[in-house]
């Protein structure tokens, strides 16, 4: 629907051109106005409808999905990726939700299927700790409230920033809700990850100290391209995630039982905190859509 005042802003880094009618066309179910915004170096051999925006950029994925908030006009905002479809009036579902809920700090996130199959209580901070806390997957959330949080951390240059915000949201009071009946469905091009998920992960736990030789000297060899996730999220993405929220080690003084939310013993892992450990450094307005800021991977 095309309407000049929408109430849900969508956007996302855009890599996949051949995949944005198959996105769009999943929320052509939906009532209430919208607007869609992609934002990457791959322009449309295609004409887009009428509440559909593309922002040229060069700059690394996050800088482009923070790109797309400080240029998104609804009340409500929802980051996406561009190879996904969302389920039957998903945004009309999401907004009658949102309302219901009546709470300005709350992520409302949709249930992840990935290859049909429900993928939803797998999400969490550790995806194998119970304890740690829900994440979100294209979590709906107020403009204000992202706002009001600085939106993206630069340090990150293409994953797991929306764990950081996510965090963040907690970490005011605010809290992620999953969607009753919301589904967003994830298609990834096979490989070996995806082949032998459970192997693989299985693998790379028993020799943490290695992880990195691991995926450079057989994973990658393997592959015919390198994923963003294999590329930035294993080595740059996650670590810096983890230096903003977990303590390797216990302070002298101990830690209160309430300002954390899990130990996990693990090598790689640590003590989760309820605090951030150190301050959000937002992107700048200026040169924004030139210029990467902090990290830049391969990008301008």
């Keep these: ?94 907004y009658r939700e949102f309302k219901e809920l009546n709470d300005d700090r709350i992520i409302l996130s949709c249930r992840y299927v990935w290859e049909g199959k429900d993928m939803t209580g797998t999400g969490r901070y550790w995806s194998d700790n119970q304890n740690s806390p829900i994440m979100p997957v294209g979590g709906l959330m107020n403009r204000k409230l992202w706002q009001q949080l600085g939106g993206i951390d630069k340090h990150f240059v293409g994953l797991f920033w929306d764990l950081d915000i996510a965090m963040r949201v907690y970490e ?55 994923t963003l996730f294999l590329e930035f999220g294993v080595f740059t993405d996650r670590p810096t995630l983890e ?22 013993k693990r090598e790689d892992r640590g003590i ?5 450990l150190a301050l959000v450094e937002p992107f700048e307005d200026k040169h924004i859509l030139t210029v990467s800021q902090g990290p830049k991977g391969r990008w301008k």
């Excluded at 999905?65 to 009309?92: C, K, N, Q, T, W």
């Design 272 to 276: 989760l905190s309820k605090k951030r």
């Design 172 to 226: 005011i009071g605010g809290r992620v809700v999953l969607s009753k009946n919301v589904y967003l469905e994830e298609f990834r091009t096979p490989n070996i990850f995806s082949k032998n998920p459970l192997i693989v992960k299985k693998f790379l736990r028993m020799f943490p100290g290695i992880r990195k030789k691991i995926i450079e000297w057989i994973v990658f060899p393997l592959e015919k391209k390198k």
């Design 1 to 94: 629907m095309i309407n000049e005042n929408p109430i849900i802003s969508l956007f996302g880094p855009a890599v996949h051109p051949e995949f944005w009618m198959r996105f769009y066309n999943s929320l052509s179910s939906n009532e209430i106005p919208f607007e869609v915004i992609f934002v990457g170096n791959k322009p449309p051999s295609f004409q887009l409808p009428g509440n559909c925006h593309f922002i040229y950029t060069e700059v690394k994925p996050v800088q482009c999905v923070e790109i797309g908030a400080r240029y998104a006009v609804g009340d409500l905002i929802m980051p996406f990726a561009d190879d996904i479809v969302l389920s039957e009036h998903a945004l009309d579902n999401l």
């Design 243 to 264: 230096r903003f929220w977990v303590m390797k080690n216990e302070p002298p003084g101990g830690v209160s039982p309430n300002s954390i939310y899990c130990i996990d």
